[in-house]
């Protein structure tokens, strides 16, 4: 839904700052139709490399500098630990705890893995190291910089792009151009047929074979085993098919 939105609407705009703009309510949309209460995440991720990247570029001492540069490893790395590898920790330690002694076991918690905390963490991780070693100069819009965190297009999936590739894209406006859109719309239905027509099908075969595997034969193994190769290429395929395009017109 959110991409014919953007591609009908996209064009009408004359500035890269109404173009930003259409593309963060755009983006914060797609993010929020899965968890909205989780947005809060990304932002939280934009507001603290926003600031960092802005007072590291103030400050002139190297050690102010890496101070704050740990503040923002701390803060971003901090929320992927508690939502991805929490549990992972906890279960390692109980599991050396029981086998060291009668030690008490860590309580668990039940979050919801927030979708794609992976791609924008290290995206955004990527752009604050980039102003520390002077690769490049802070963004000052705020609207843009968090346009670049939350890209719908790479954002649930990657792939994680360096700043100095895709900020500066946002400052420019897009015309739409009959030789973008057609060889584009054939890439997005390469796209889709890999996906929806060869990867969901090979699924259907894959799952049945592997939902059962003592009712099938050593050759019927090989071959949902070798589908499933097919499978996953043509989902991983079919989707960057799809977004390459998508992301780089949008």
């Known amino acids: 839904m959110v991409l014919p939105i953007c591609c009908s609407n996209l064009f009408c705009f004359t500035t890269s700052i109404f173009v930003g703009c ?25 507001v603290i490399d926003y600031t960092a990247a802005i007072w590291m570029d103030r400050v002139e001492e190297r050690n102010v500098k890496r101070r704050v540069l740990l503040l923002s490893l701390l803060g971003n790395l901090g929320m992927l630990f508690v939502f991805k590898y929490y549990n992972f920790a906890v279960g390692t330690i109980n599991i050396v705890n029981q086998w060291v002694g009668d030690l008490p076991q860590l309580p668990y918690h039940h979050f919801l893995l927030p979708v794609g905390i992976s791609f924008y963490t290290f995206q955004t991780l990527s752009y604050t190291l980039d102003v520390y070693m002077g690769k490049r100069k802070p963004e000052r819009h705020f609207g843009l910089f968090a346009l670049y965190v939350s890209f719908f297009p790479q954002l649930v999936a990657g792939p994680i792009e360096r700043s100095t590739r895709l900020l500066p894209q946002f400052h420019q406006v897009k015309r739409l151009r009959w030789e973008n859109v057609h060889p584009g719309m054939h890439q997005i239905l390469v796209g889709l047929i890999k996906k929806v027509v060869i990867a969901d099908r090979l699924a259907i075969l894959v799952n049945a074979v592997y939902g059962d595997i003592a009712g099938h034969t050593g050759a019927e193994l090989a071959v949902a085993t070798l589908a499933y190769g097919f499978q996953i290429y043509c989902d991983f395929s079919g989707y960057s098919d799809y977004c390459h395009w998508n992301g780089s017109h949008t």
Not at 22 to 42: D, E, G, R, T
């Open 22 to 46: 259409f593309l963060l309510a755009a983006n914060y949309y797609f993010y929020m139709q899965w968890n909205a209460k989780y947005a809060i995440l990304i932002l939280l991720s934009t």
